[in-house]
């Protein structure tokens, strides 16, 4: 299968600082990808979707100004927790959706989390 | 609105038997289904990809069938070994859309 990279793999942060996270796809181009949060001991819940070069869209209840997404490449997005809180301490997952090609299907593929810890 | 449920939550077998996992899903318009393993503290491991056009898929040994029509989907995993324990979470693309709707998951141990 396609590979999906993140990029830290865990952070620690004061509190009121910012955070950035990136994701990439590594051998195909992603129209579109997909950020995630998980709590411990749950699925995933959707943040937002961001396609390449336009605005990305939130899920309801997600704050856009604290989460910013920024989908500058076909390889390339990335996660911006700004003014991080102890409440933003999570597993922070990416995916990227491969092409409709006969290799790839529109499979989706996901990242191997980071985890964002706010003291 | 496109609902997944998976059952069990967790199972725990022996190893060496023969399992199914279940999922199922509210609306049959769907674009596709996959299945995924996902291990502690880890992300996402895609297993299966079934287009809704499809009525199986297999990969080594695991099978995941799809009945569209009765919003159903199963996971067979031949001759289980411990390291198959993990969470499989079922997700299905509605037509039209763009997200995944995910299942809660099954917790699977597969006991030495």
């Known amino acids: 299968g396609a590979v999906v990279s993140q990029h830290p793999s865990w952070v620690i942060c004061k509190s009121g600082t910012s955070v950035k996270i990136e994701c990439r796809s590594l051998?195909?181009?992603?129209?579109?990808m997909f950020w995630y949060r998980q709590f411990p001991k749950q699925s995933l819940m959707l943040m937002a979707t961001?396609?390449?070069?336009?605005?990305?869209?939130?899920e309801q209840g997600v704050e856009k100004d604290k989460f910013l997404i920024n989908h500058a490449s076909l390889t390339l997005s990335t996660l911006t927790v700004t003014s991080a809180h102890p409440e933003d301490s999570s597993f922070y997952i990416c995916?990227?959706?491969?092409?409709?090609?006969?290799?790839?299907?529109?499979?989706?593929?996901f990242g191997p989390g980071t985890r964002l810890t706010v003291l | 609105k496109q609902e997944v449920t998976q059952i069990p939550a967790a199972l725990s077998v022996p190893e060496g038997e023969n399992l199914v996992l279940n999922c199922s899903f509210t609306?049959?318009?769907?674009?596709?289904l996959q299945w995924f393993r996902q291990d502690p503290g880890k992300g996402l491991t895609s297993l299966l990809l079934i287009q809704s056009s499809q009525r199986e898929q297999t990969s080594g040994r695991l099978n995941a069938s799809l009945d569209k029509s009765s919003g159903r989907s199963t996971l067979y995993i031949a001759a289980s070994q411990p390291g198959d324990s993990a969470t499989y979470l079922c997700?299905?693309?509605?037509?039209?859309?763009?997200?995944?709707?995910f299942g809660q998951g099954t917790r699977l141990t597969i006991n030495p």
């Open positions: 051998d195909f181009q992603a129209t579109t």
């Open positions: 997700a299905v693309r509605d037509v039209g859309a763009q997200k995944l709707v």
């Open positions: 961001s396609n390449e070069g336009s605005k990305a869209t939130y």
């Open positions: 995916s990227a959706r491969a092409p409709g090609t006969i290799a790839f299907l529109n499979e989706q593929f």
């Open positions: 609306d049959s318009a769907i674009y596709n």
